[in-house]
């Protein structure tokens, strides 16, 4: 769980270390922000540890793989770029937007299970999240 | 149908459904029906990986839980003795198939299947331990009608050989058809060959067709998409 216990320190990503490092965790085909790695590092430990369920992921070599006809990136400036606007974009969400997708997040809880807890019904649940991911869409958006 | 210039599926799952992947909230059969997805959609692949910045961004706004002064240092030097990541594909990859992964290592080779056959309909169960959700392939003869049925919960259905049509419209490789208790379908594969399909329910089928009565019937005593 060390990933876990990172969070919290800023990853020096261009820092020597870091970027010796990148290479063996990402491998060349990694796509994302180093935030972003912990993230999913994160989310599979705890599917692991508390639902002990697989998590179904693709595989990058896999020859049924229908290949992006715009390309991936490998450029880890990118991702970082792209992960600077989606954390500024998240701060500046509404928190009843924000809680709802804490939740999903971070309790693994499905729209319906939120509501009941939010004493809130449904449909509001899923406006919230939908209002919050319209707003992080248009930041997203941007590269696509 | 399909413009060359845009390769992938035209009907996707909804973006709740991605968010609840991305998130790590969906069950293990609705995400391997999603992953597979995944791999046989780019545009998809962009809508997770930018969820997934999400999930990364809110988890840089929790409040950071105290850590030892060298844990930093520690994991440095675990990764320092690590070797490279796996760059080649798994001598498992390299047959041709068309079940693309996370699927095929649930399966296995297609050729040995234990179909189970219900006329034009064959099916095989998948994660069988799941209660209240039934994950199956099926397969049906070209041209064929399965019955009509709506749902109690909801149903995805992703084509991976094939197409049929229903309510939503036409489904090729790749494709999914999500339908819940409000949509009465009755899906029919082409004529020209027969189609395959990974199919989860998350609650029993209510036929309205074949028998001519609505009641709740165990998914497991009907072929149906």
């Not at chain 1, 990694?30 to 430990?45: C, P």
């Not at chain 2, 839980?65 to 994991?75: G, H």
Request: glycine residues 8%; negative net charge; aromatic residues 4%.
């Amino acid at each position: 769980m060390e990933a876990v216990l990172l969070v919290g320190i800023p990853p020096p990503p261009f820092s020597g270390r870091w970027r010796r490092a990148q290479p063996k965790l990402f491998g060349t085909g990694g796509q994302a922000s180093v935030g972003t790695w912990i993230f999913t590092i994160a989310r599979n430990k705890r599917i692991d540890h508390l639902r002990r369920e697989r998590r179904p992921e693709i595989h990058p070599h896999d020859p049924a793989l229908v290949a992006d006809p715009q390309g991936g990136t490998d450029d880890v400036v990118i991702w970082e770029e792209q992960a600077r606007r989606v954390r500024a974009a998240v701060g500046t969400l509404p928190e009843e937007q924000a809680l709802v997708l804490r939740k999903n997040f971070f309790e693994d809880k499905l729209h319906d299970v939120i509501a009941q807890e939010l004493h809130l019904p449904l449909g509001t649940v899923k406006s919230r999240s939908r209002l919050a991911l319209a707003k992080l869409r248009r930041v997203l958006g941007d590269t696509g | 149908m399909r413009a060359a210039s845009h390769p992938g599926p035209v009907h996707h799952p909804s973006e709740a459904r991605l968010l609840d992947y991305a998130s790590g909230a969906l069950p293990e059969p609705m995400a391997l029906l999603i992953a597979t997805h995944l791999a046989l959609c780019p545009a998809c692949r962009r809508t997770v990986a930018g969820l997934e910045a999400v999930g990364s961004a809110l988890l840089e706004s929790l409040p950071p839980e105290p850590v030892a002064d060298d844990s930093l240092a520690r994991l440095l030097d675990r990764i320092d003795r690590l070797e490279p990541a796996e760059q080649s594909a798994p001598a498992s990859l390299q047959a041709a198939s068309i079940l693309p992964q996370p699927l095929r290592d649930y399966v296995g080779p297609l050729d040995r299947v234990g179909w189970r056959h219900f006329g034009a309909v064959a099916e095989a169960r998948l994660l069988t331990g799941f209660e209240n959700v039934t994950t199956r392939l099926l397969r049906v003869a070209p041209g064929r009608a399965l019955p009509h049925h709506t749902h109690v919960g909801s149903e995805l259905a992703l084509v991976l050989q094939g197409g049929f049509g229903d309510v939503n419209g036409h489904h090729l490789r790749g494709d999914v058809s999500e339908a819940d208790s409000a949509v009465d379908h009755r899906p029919v594969a082409d004529a020209e060959e027969d189609c395959l399909c990974l199919i989860v329910t998350d609650a029993p089928l209510r036929l309205t067709g074949w028998f001519g009565h609505a009641e709740p019937v165990h998914p497991h005593l009907i072929p149906a998409i």
